[in-house]
């Protein structure tokens, strides 16, 4: 069976969701503020990584990646409610491009599995 | 085997191999994440060689048009000859042949550019001085207009500023790097609202866009908003004012921070009158200039709005020591 970043439509639905995801989580009190002064063109390349990662693309992004990139959050009290925030925000994402529940829940898995890494655990 | 140039280096590449991992073997210090074409970290520019499709995928009309490409999705080939993606090649020399001051602070310079230089209105050049010293300004002029328009705002102790604005003489050469940049109109786009918007001599590029879109019979809306601090930075460029008198529907805005503002100048926060000039023109193409920090708010603003960062460009004043 097809991956879901395939049945999405591959790059372009990728394009389209990760900002819709973006645009969630800048305007999301609860994580908004760990995105001052950040570069919104690399947030948003590195984003595009992580969607086509969680979705089931052609991407490497390892655990080790996302250790290194959150260390610095870690220390100014990224947890767990973050990586919650996260979540929901992919499976609105994902409900508005029409994905299956099915699908959503699988996202949401393969989100969590790298949990431990985002946080530094 | 196949052989790689990296800028004056030869490579030797395993075939099949990617050229980010011929790179890397080599010892050559490229950026990398995801190997798979999405984050761009392993941006480098090609000087030669086949660039397949999937290599340029993601990247925007202007880079694939400089010839930039991922190396981690480009498959080593004969050929093929990269360097890192910021290099410039020198396209000659600018004349200066005319300098206006519409204020105090604020020159118009008017230049004659080399055979070939064509910028496109919205693009970005580097200025070289004599003696090595370079800084980019963005174009106000239309490549049929045979000279190139630039607006330099006078900082005070600025070298390069102090040298454009007033201590070089009119037929001073300058070196010339460029055009860069995509704040270029999209022509085939008539019917898309355009909304431009400059802050200080950030208005330069939203001059040239303007005079762009007239030129192109624009159908849709167009708005230019012209900010500033104070009523001081404001100023109004003779091709502005000509593309204003014969051209009614042209909405062009004026608004400063802090007052007193004089007749047609409103006093605000740029990035709110920017929004509600989104609003009135949802989906509207947008081009912001000037000074970095307003420039990344009203970015962050006007995505927040719902407008696309495809459809959404920035050109940032940085600043230098």
């Known amino acids: 069976m097809a991956s879901l970043y395939e049945r999405l439509g591959g790059e372009p639905a990728v394009n389209v969701a990760v900002e819709r995801f973006y645009r969630r989580m800048l305007s999301d009190e609860r994580v908004a503020d ?9 947030q948003m390349a590195k984003q595009k990584a992580f969607l086509t990662m969680v979705f089931g693309g052609p991407a490497n992004y390892s655990g080790k990646d ?51 890494h985002v946080l530094n655990r | 085997m196949p052989i ?9 590449a395993q075939p099949g191999q990617s050229a980010l991992d011929a790179l ?15 984050c761009q970290s392993c941006l480098v520019r090609a000087r030669a060689g086949e660039l397949p499709q999937q290599a340029q995928a993601g990247l925007r009309d202007d880079q694939r048009a ?20 910021g290099a410039l090649s020198l396209a000659g020399e600018l004349v200066l042949t005319r300098r206006a001051h519409p204020t105090e602070s604020v020159a118009v310079l008017h230049l004659l550019p080399p055979p070939g230089l064509r910028p496109l209105a919205g693009q970005l050049l580097h200025l070289i001085r004599e003696d090595g010293l370079s800084r980019p300004y963005s174009v106000a002029s239309l490549p049929d207009d045979n000279l190139v328009e630039l607006h330099v705002r006078q900082v005070p102790g600025g070298q390069m500023s102090t ?43 939203m001059v040239g ?19 500033g601090l104070t009523a001081a930075a404001l100023y109004e460029p003779e091709a502005l004012l000509t593309l204003a008198a014969s051209w009614p529907g042209l909405d062009w805005r004026r608004v400063v ?21 989104y609003a009135a023109a949802p989906g509207a193409r947008v081009y912001l200039c000037g000074d970095a920090a307003v420039v990344n708010r009203l970015r962050r603003a006007l995505f927040l709005a719902g407008a696309s960062l495809s459809a959404l460009h920035a050109d940032p004043f940085t600043p230098t020591a």
Request: net charge negative.
């Open chain 1, 66 to 116: 996302m250790r290194a990139a959150h260390a610095n959050l870690v220390t100014r009290g990224l947890n767990d409610g973050h990586v919650d925030a996260v979540i929901e925000h992919l499976g609105g994402v994902l409900k508005e491009l029409g994905a299956a529940d099915a699908d959503i829940a699988e996202v949401a898995a393969i989100a969590n599995s790298v949990r431990d």
């Open chain 2, 66 to 85: 400089r010839g930039e490409v991922l190396a981690c999705r480009l498959p080593v080939s004969e050929g093929l000859q990269l360097e890192p993606a």
């Open chain 2, 24 to 38: 890397l073997n080599a010892g050559v210090v490229i950026p990398n994440a995801c190997r798979a074409g999405a």
């Open chain 2, 4 to 12: 790689l140039h990296w800028q004056d280096q030869a490579i030797e």
């Open chain 2, 209 to 227: 866009l303007a005079r762009d879109a007239d030129a192109h019979a624009w159908r849709a809306p167009v708005t230019l908003i012209h900010a």
């Open chain 2, 257 to 277: 921070l802090q007052g007193p503002a004089p007749e047609g100048v409103e006093i605000g926060d740029v990035v709110e009158v920017t929004k509600r000039g």
């Open chain 2, 163 to 205: 040298t454009l604005c007033d201590a070089a003489p009119i037929g001073a050469r300058f070196g010339v790097r460029g055009p860069f940049g995509d704040c270029t109109l999209r022509a085939e786009e008539q019917d898309r609202p355009l909304l431009l918007v400059g802050v200080g001599t950030g208005l330069a590029p």
């Open chain 1, 34 to 42: 760990y995105f001052d002064g950040v570069d919104m063109d690399r």
